[in-house]
């Protein structure tokens, strides 16, 4: 008797990825090892990747500002239709709430986004994609990875 797929089924679940805002700015800048984010982003199965709605804003204020290349609108739209936009829901709301509060009781304050984007990836079972380390490495249960700055 063969071993089936699955047989392995909670051990082959789809790794989920949520792109922090600094990464995407990363390639719409064109920053050192942009290339690299993007290769990830290509080679990423389908459905695993996302962005928090709040990243979303944060880039589309950035796009908004006058004299923006186009070409960072269309990436930045072809973006959206390969990945999953999160909501910010409840439960991450009260991820966020829990983070927020461990960071200013132990005087690790990282400002009023990322709390919330360190929340929605720890609510999604996601690892959080960021290049921003000084901040995210500051909160407890938080998996993170770097493809800017990948060896």
Same mark, same amino acid.
């Given at each position: 008797?063969?071993?089936?797929?699955?047989?392995?089924?909670?051990?082959?679940?789809?790794?989920?990825?949520?792109?922090?805002?600094?990464?995407?700015?990363?390639?719409?800048?064109?920053?050192?090892?942009?290339?690299?984010?993007?290769?990830?982003?290509?080679?990423?199965?389908?459905?695993?990747?996302?962005?928090? #709605?709040? @990243? *979303?804003?944060? +880039?589309? &204020?950035?796009?908004?500002? $006058?004299?923006?290349? %186009?070409?960072?609108?269309?990436?930045?739209?072809?973006?959206?239709?390969?990945?999953?936009?999160?909501?910010?829901?409840?439960?991450?709301?009260?991820?966020?709430?829990?983070?927020?509060?461990?960071?200013?009781?132990?005087?690790?304050?990282?400002?009023?986004?990322?709390?919330?984007?360190?929340?929605? #990836?720890? @609510? *999604?079972?996601? +690892?959080? &994609?960021?290049?921003?380390? $000084?901040?995210?490495? %500051?909160?407890?249960?938080?998996?993170?990875?770097?493809?800017?700055?990948?060896?």
């Amino acid at each position: 008797m063969g071993i089936r797929t699955a047989d392995f089924g909670p051990y082959l679940q789809e790794v989920k990825y949520l792109l922090d805002t600094c990464i995407i700015a990363a390639v719409l800048n064109q920053e050192q090892g942009h290339r690299h984010i993007e290769d990830r982003i290509a080679s990423a199965r389908r459905g695993s990747l996302h962005i928090s #709605a709040l @990243t *979303a804003v944060e +880039v589309w &204020v950035g796009l908004a500002r $006058r004299r923006t290349p %186009r070409a960072k609108n269309v990436w930045f739209d072809a973006l959206l239709r390969r990945t999953r936009v999160l909501a910010f829901d409840e439960a991450a709301a009260r991820q966020a709430f829990a983070v927020r509060r461990y960071l200013e009781q132990t005087g690790q304050e990282i400002g009023r986004m990322d709390p919330l984007i360190a929340a929605q #990836a720890i @609510t *999604a079972g996601a +690892v959080c &994609v960021t290049d921003n380390l $000084r901040h995210f490495l %500051r909160v407890p249960g938080l998996t993170i990875e770097n493809w800017l700055r990948a060896t």
